[in-house]
């Protein structure tokens, strides 16, 4: 167990900023006055972007919680509810990047245990949930993204990472140290969910003088 990376604690208050109010007037506007209290999950992950945004750890406190539920018009119990439920809502502080292996059937068939095991090779955790001692990165086990024609999958915060080895998680690693954010998407050869190497099949296209 990482001892070295100490958590923040809960603040005693929460206050959405000029950002957060920006996004969260948009997001009124899409519902009713009297059904306001269906905004409770964009209103949470406005909640975890500023705190990410201004501490460099996106989670959830309570008092954000309780914030909500007093904007929102809902009883407190309801919110903790929906952020429970909900494995995108992290209700402690976590690193700065959010390591998200997906480890579902066909992520699994294509080497993400490889992927598990140089994610904590690289940043010294040594089991899902934990932070690393420097406070950088988190590792969570999640269930399939969606993205399974590019499996394995490494989602880091919001942004997918795809068809990952140990080599590439190394090097995926390494740059989010250095402060640089490299580009989401695949990483062999093929544009977004196409063959790698590029199409295989209808390469022509038919002309009128074919038909």
């Given amino acids: 167990m990482n001892s070295a990376w100490v958590p923040p604690p809960q603040p005693n208050d929460f206050v959405f900023d000029v950002e957060s109010e920006s996004e969260i007037a948009v997001v009124l506007k899409k519902y009713p006055t009297e059904r306001k209290a269906s905004a409770v999950m964009p209103l949470l992950y406005i909640a975890q972007k500023q705190m990410g945004r201004r501490t460099g750890s996106a989670w ?24 429970s439920f909900y494995t995108m809502f992290n209700k402690r502080p976590i690193g700065r990047y959010h390591l998200q292996v997906c480890t579902t059937t066909p992520c699994w068939l294509r080497g993400s245990d490889e992927v598990v095991s140089t994610c904590k090779h690289e940043t010294g955790i040594n089991h899902f949930g934990e932070t690393s001692a420097d406070g950088l990165f988190t590792l969570t086990e999640v269930e399939c993204l969606g993205a399974c024609a ?28 250095s402060g640089k954010k490299p580009t989401p998407g695949p990483r062999v050869d093929r544009l977004n969910s196409a ?17």
């Fill in 60 to 83: 959830i406190p309570l008092q954000a919680m309780n914030e909500i539920a007093k904007r929102l018009e809902m009883a407190p119990i309801r919110v903790y509810e929906v952020a």
């Fill in 150 to 177: 590019n499996a394995p999958i490494l989602q880091v915060d919001d942004d997918f990472y795809e068809d990952m080895d140990a080599d590439s998680v190394q090097k995926l690693i390494a740059e989010l140290r």
């Fill in 195 to 211: 063959p790698e190497g590029g199409r295989k099949t209808l390469l022509t296209v038919a002309t009128p003088s074919d038909k």
